[in-house]
Nanobody, 124 residues
């Protein structure tokens, strides 16, 4: 099994900063990529930032230039530095880790795992 543990989050005033952290552990061969998504009630899950093991990164349009992802694929950790936070950034943030597992006869297959989510609230 794979465990995803998140930390960070909380409440902050507009313009403030927060850092989210996430660590993956358990039974897998390697990590294909790691990142963060967010979700608000009644809306679809939205990609915030993601980094592949190749170091290619992608950001959601609404956070470009404000949020920054950092990863350590040797330690299976991913962090999200969130700056210049806005009220519209309020959401539950979920850590996503895509791991490779060996499947008999099929080789390495990728499986997605999710953290439990951490609340980020931006308000005056």
């Amino acid at each position: 099994q794979v465990q995803i543990v998140e930390s960070g989050g909380g409440s902050v005033q507009p313009g403030g900063s927060l850092t989210l952290s996430c660590e993956a552990s358990g039974n897998f061969s390697s990590i294909a990529g790691m990142g963060w998504y967010r979700q608000t009630p009644g809306s679809q899950r939205e990609k915030v930032a993601y980094e592949f093991s190749s170091s290619r990164t992608s950001y959601g349009d609404s956070v470009k230039g404000r949020f920054f992802i950092s990863t350590d694929f040797a330690k299976n950790t991913v962090s999200l530095q969130m700056n210049s936070l806005k009220p519209e950034d309020t959401a539950v943030y979920l850590c996503n880790v895509d791991v490779f597992k060996e499947s008999p006869g099929l080789g390495l297959l990728a499986y997605p795992y999710w953290g439990q989510g951490t609340q980020v609230t931006v308000s005056a």
